[in-house]
């Protein structure tokens, strides 16, 4: 793998992976199974192969953020599968596009706080699926087996975003008490 997909800071032409002049020694060939390994584990959850892949360099990357050519380059990929895992990734609000001060290349950046909030959004998410399940439940009628199904998935889905409420307080909170 790359410098860039190796974590050194995403800026191209530098000191080979494994070297990182004032932090130590990183291999890269460690870092390439991680990031492979990672979004291995993203895929069979659900996520698309290549937002992964591109995902999973990103966060390995010091800086959070790399040029479409890093990535390509860095994964092994082509530019067009880097564009389309980045407009995924975008879409679903788990990387920010931002132009190069002086150039017209983009560099894309994981957001801050990507986990708390790629969860808060998933909260909006929920809220929707809760709604629609609601009127489903009651156009189908509350009392049938699939309006009951449609129901209690609802009422699932308030339980989980309560309790992803109070989970993201402690979170803060815990974030907090370690600065």
């Known amino acids: 793998m790359s410098e860039s997909a190796g974590g050194t800071g995403g800026r191209g032409a530098g000191p080979d992976p494994g070297e990182r002049p004032g932090v130590g020694a990183r291999d890269g ?10 979004a291995a584990d ?26 479409s050519a ?6 092994r990929i082509s530019p067009a599968a880097v564009s389309g895992a980045i407009g995924y990734l975008t879409q ?11 150039s017209r290349r983009d560099r894309y950046r994981l957001h ?4 708390y909030t790629t969860f808060a959004g998933r909260d909006r998410v929920m809220t929707r699926w809760e709604q629609t399940l609601r009127d489903g439940a009651r156009s189908l009628g509350e009392e049938t087996p699939a309006g009951a199904r449609l129901a209690e998935t609802a009422e699932f889905f308030e339980f989980v975003q309560d309790e992803i409420v109070t ?13």
């Open 70 to 75: 890093e990535l390509a380059s860095g994964l």
């Open 167 to 179: 989970m993201m307080e402690r979170w803060k909170a815990r974030q907090g008490s370690r600065r």
């Open 92 to 102: 679903v609000g788990m990387v920010g596009r931002e132009r190069e001060p002086g």
């Open 29 to 38: 060939e460690a870092v390439s199974r991680f990031v492979e390994r990672f």
């Open 42 to 67: 993203m895929t069979e959850a659900g996520m698309q192969r290549m937002a992964s892949r591109v995902f999973a360099a990103l966060l390995a990357d010091d800086d959070a953020t790399m040029t």
């Open 112 to 115: 801050h706080e990507i986990w």
